[in-house]
């Protein structure tokens, strides 16, 4: 495990070395907890506890894995001690099963994949976490779209800004306390701006009814679709016919993700029709929802805001929408 270790990117960890995440709502949170004690379990280089006393923490307390750092050594993955009247602050290292096996490191940390259900150590590390009272943890935003229960956050703010100088990887910011909610009573932001709860967010998700026949990753598909959207922000996610794509669709493969060409039962005019509503109504859902049920993508468009991916089961559910919709002979509505 220390080999992993002393190399930082290969267990996942990256240093903030930004203080862009400490948004006014999250300051006012880590301030209404009246804790004394600033602590990081997993840190680092030290980054979060230093902006802990630029805010006026007097004590801080950090523990770490690297016992080259100037830590006390505590492996937080599998236990975090509780300290009275603190205020966990981290950002805990994040690594895929899938991305483990991919650098070779997988039998590294193998023990902490054997004792948690999750796909991704950070998960495991918000609920070592969660055993304290009160925290503030920067993780990976695709943390908004899994099933890790929520009902201890008071908030989840997306941050666009670049947080990390060695790496792209999309982030938000949760603050939790010791109180049971109902979603209706976590707040979502994005950077600054209070976008609604997640209960509504979940209420908005898009669940395909599988009623249609869509095959995906299909050389036969009418449909090409553009799954990802591209820095220019007039290149958005799109649905099109497939000689409009600016893509070789003949290397389409069957794990293909953002680039597709979709098969439907439908005749050429029905599959304009849908192309056509498939649009406003992709259009309509990410307006609606700021995008925050969209999967985010490294790198950020030109004008700043977060590049999306559309999952192929939300991508279903608009087309099983359109395809519905022309059968009815009805207007668009959208």
Not at 2 to 30: E, M, P
Request: net charge positive.
């Amino acid at each position: 495990m220390n080999r992993v270790l002393a190399k930082k990117q290969s267990l996942g960890q990256f240093f903030t070395t930004n203080d862009f995440w400490l948004k006014d709502h999250v300051l006012k949170f880590i301030k209404s907890t009246k804790a004394e004690i600033a602590f990081d379990p997993f840190a680092g280089d030290g980054d979060l506890l230093r902006v802990a006393k630029k805010i006026g923490f007097k004590k801080i307390k950090g523990l770490d894995i690297d016992k080259n750092l100037k830590w006390e050594y505590n492996d937080s993955l599998l236990s975090i001690p509780k300290i009275k009247k603190s205020i966990i602050i981290t950002n805990p290292p994040y690594l895929t099963n899938y991305s483990a096996k991919r650098k070779g490191v997988y039998e590294d940390v193998k023990k902490y994949f054997d004792i948690c259900n999750y796909d991704d150590i950070y998960q495991l590390a918000i609920e070592k976490c969660l055993e304290n009272e009160f925290g503030v943890m920067i993780i990976p935003e695709t943390f908004i779209n899994s099933k890790f229960p929520k009902h201890r956050l008071v908030s989840i703010t997306i941050i666009e800004e670049q947080l990390f100088n060695d790496t792209e990887n999309p982030v938000c910011v949760i603050c939790f306390n010791g109180e049971e909610k109902n979603y209706e009573d976590v707040k979502v932001y994005k950077n600054e701006k209070f976008l609604g709860s997640l209960g509504f967010f979940e209420k908005m998700r898009k669940i395909p009814s599988k009623n249609t026949y869509v095959k995906f990753n299909s050389l036969k598909g009418q449909i090409a679709l553009r799954a990802v959207d591209t820095t220019n922000p007039q290149r958005p996610i799109s649905f099109m016919k497939p000689e409009e794509m600016d893509y070789d669709l003949t290397t389409i493969k069957h794990s293909s993700r953002l680039i597709t060409l979709i098969e439907l039962n439908a005749t050429k005019d029905t599959i304009d029709k849908i192309i056509i509503y498939s649009n406003k109504a992709l259009f309509d859902f990410r307006k609606k929802t700021s995008d925050v049920l969209l999967s985010p993508f490294k790198g950020n468009k030109k004008n700043g805001e977060r590049r999306r991916r559309l999952d192929y089961l939300t991508a279903r559910a608009i087309l099983e929408e359109a395809h519905d919709f022309t059968q009815t002979g009805k207007l668009f509505p959208l």
